[in-house]
């Protein structure tokens, strides 16, 4: 079965522009989690979707940021207009709610956004 | 939300057991401890995760004591890949709002 998946692995943008991250959960987890690390800094949430409805989105860190999961399969996180500061490692992680199992999120590989 | 505490970093040698504890002295009464793995460029992958006692799979052993304020990863005989950082986290997986609140885990080094 495949994990998590994120793309791109990569993206270097310079300040102002736009940049949309995508991730594909595992088939049929309703729980998408999107994380963030800014270099030398903790792992920071940013949302939770389940299934396609925003469940919590207090970690957004400003208006610029905009994450979306239409259908409530894979969801795209736009930063527009990018800066500098939102350059950093950002995380997509699932997971299925099982009654009596432990709730394990699994996380894909990240991807790595450098604002320049 | 309760925050935990770890050591920043650790090493050890290989076929040694190593033991990682992190303190989470305000944890809530539904309150799980999760334990996840990452390694460079990679994103977290989970562990273990317990709520009381003890609590062992294929990979490792947690150890809860009864006041639950704190809790020890047990890895037994590590080899130089599980040179990673592992982090304690505490929540409730049953609340709709759960989410993950990450420390700055401890970075393991495991020698040959």
């Known amino acids: 079965e495949a994990g998590v998946t994120q793309f791109p692995s990569h993206s270097v943008i310079e300040k102002g522009q736009t940049v949309t991250l995508r991730c594909d959960p595992i088939?049929?987890?309703?729980?998408l989690y999107w994380y963030r690390r800014v270099m030398g800094k903790e792992i920071k949430f940013l949302l939770h979707?389940?299934?396609?409805?925003?469940?919590?989105e207090s970690g957004m860190p400003n208006n610029r940021f905009l994450a979306e999961r239409t259908g409530g399969t894979y969801s795209t996180l736009k930063v527009q207009p990018a800066e500098l500061e939102d350059s950093g490692v950002y995380f997509c992680?699932?997971?299925?709610?099982?009654?009596?199992?432990?709730?394990?999120?699994?996380f894909g590989p990240g991807t790595r956004l450098t604002v320049l | 939300l309760a925050k935990t505490t770890q050591p920043i970093s650790m090493d050890s040698y290989e076929g040694q057991e190593v033991n990682i504890t992190c303190s989470h002295n305000?944890?809530?009464?539904?309150?799980?401890i999760t334990w996840y793995q990452q390694f460079p460029s990679q994103g977290p992958r989970f562990i273990i995760q317990g709520y009381k006692t003890k609590v062992t799979n294929e990979v490792a052993s947690l150890f809860i004591p009864a006041d639950r304020k704190s809790s020890t990863l047990s890895l037994p005989r590590v080899s130089l890949s599980d040179t990673a950082v592992y982090y304690c986290l505490v929540g409730d997986p049953m609340d709709s709002n759960y989410q993950l609140i990450w420390g700055a885990g401890t970075k393991l080094i495991i020698k040959p």
């Open positions: 979707f389940v299934k396609e409805s925003k469940q919590d």
């Open positions: 992680a699932s997971s299925q709610v099982i009654s009596g199992s432990s709730h394990e999120q699994f």
């Open positions: 305000n944890i809530a009464t539904n309150d799980y």
């Open positions: 088939s049929g987890h309703d729980n």
